[in-house]
């Protein structure tokens, strides 16, 4: 069977192929930082608009490079949220005009299941159960997997997302949009220890998060000092490494909550490259294993939305009748697949 994947959550516009006999095919993505980087966010009518003009052409490029005919696609699989709504509707019309047009059934994804199943896409994939870090810009949940479809939600974030918390705190530092990665390369050259945050919530029990209280240690760091270069890339160090630590800590006592021997970790704070190093030595001294995907499906991406409609599909379920999205979704309301 081969599916076509639509992501257009949010900012990228995300394409792919995906058989269920021979794996991935094709997969593109355009981003839409550049539209976006002169007002500090997303603009959401922007973004809609910018999904209309470039999914044909990315369609179109994706069959090419799979070699493939569109009316050799059996199944169409779109994100249907969570997201914004105008940019989920541009995918949702897209994918179900085509699927009409070819008499081919499709089937709306949640954003994040495509995040927590974009593991799998890779060698050697980790199979349920396992415990999933879902960490990006909107989300930060633990989430334990059964099976595919079946997910308890172990703890979430109580105010900003990691991704969001990376995000501010650059913007605080002055530096480009977007933020996090940004930061992340700035806290390269950081001087680790000259400044220490505290890890947010891990000095009790449970396994909720908060980084807002973490933003204000920065910006209070942040404003009484030189403010030099130096001083902005050890604040950048000290901040990942405490979101780094925090992450870390939740993950090792959810770890341990659920006898799971097996830690995915997935969005797009996932790339990050002092969160995989720690994790990975975590992994290391507990004897667990933790997989992640490649650093270009950490992102949204539309070869998880394939991947994710392929095996719902394959399944034998389909999309409603009327074409609806859903900005907010929660995620243990998804069928077993």
């Known amino acids: 069977m081969n599916v076509l994947g639509i992501e257009t959550s949010c900012d990228e516009t995300g394409v792919a192929l995906y058989s269920t006999e021979r794996g991935l095919l094709a997969h593109a993505l355009y981003s839409q930082v550049r539209l976006h980087a002169e007002y500090g966010g997303v603009v959401p009518e922007l973004a809609s608009r910018d999904h209309v003009r470039k999914l044909l052409p990315l369609i179109e490029r994706c069959l090419i490079d799979a070699g493939l005919r569109i009316d050799q696609l059996n199944g169409i699989a779109y994100t249907a949220g969570p997201g914004l709504v105008g940019a989920l509707l541009v995918g949702a019309a897209t994918a179900r005009a085509i699927a009409w047009s070819l008499g081919v059934p499709a089937i709306g994804v949640h954003h994040m299941e495509g995040h927590l199943l974009a593991p799998l896409l890779e060698p050697d994939p980790p199979a349920p159960p396992f415990v999933a870090l879902l960490v990006s810009g909107g989300h930060t949940q633990l989430v334990e997997v059964a099976q595919i479809g079946v997910y308890r939600l172990l703890g979430e974030t109580l105010d900003d997302a990691a991704g969001e918390a990376f995000d501010k705190t650059a913007k605080m530092l002055g530096l480009p949009y977007p933020g996090g990665p940004e930061l992340a390369r700035l806290a390269e050259s950081g001087q680790p220890g000259r400044f220490s945050f505290s890890r947010p ?70 790339a990050n490259r002092r969160l995989r190093a720690r994790l990975a030595e975590l992994a290391q001294v507990r004897q667990l294993r933790v997989s992640f995907p490649r650093p270009e499906f950490c992102t949204d991406n539309g070869a998880m939305i394939a991947f994710a409609g392929a095996l719902r599909l394959a399944a034998g379920q389909r999309a409603e009748d009327a074409l609806t999205v859903r900005p907010r979704w929660d995620m243990a309301a998804l069928a077993a697949v």
């Not at 449970?206 to 980084?211: A, I, K, Y």
């Not at 920065?218 to 030189?226: F, G, M, P, R, Y």
């Not at 050890?234 to 090792?252: P, Q, S």
């Open 201 to 270: 919530m891990t000095d009790r029990p449970g396994l909720e998060f908060s980084f807002s209280g973490l933003k204000t240690q920065v910006l209070l760091a942040w404003q009484k000092s030189d403010q030099s270069e130096q001083t902005r890339a050890d604040i950048a160090r000290g901040f990942e490494d405490a979101a780094v630590e925090t992450l870390a800590i939740k993950c090792e006592r959810a770890m341990k909550a659920t006898g799971a021997g097996t830690l995915v970790v997935a969005g797009g704070v996932g």
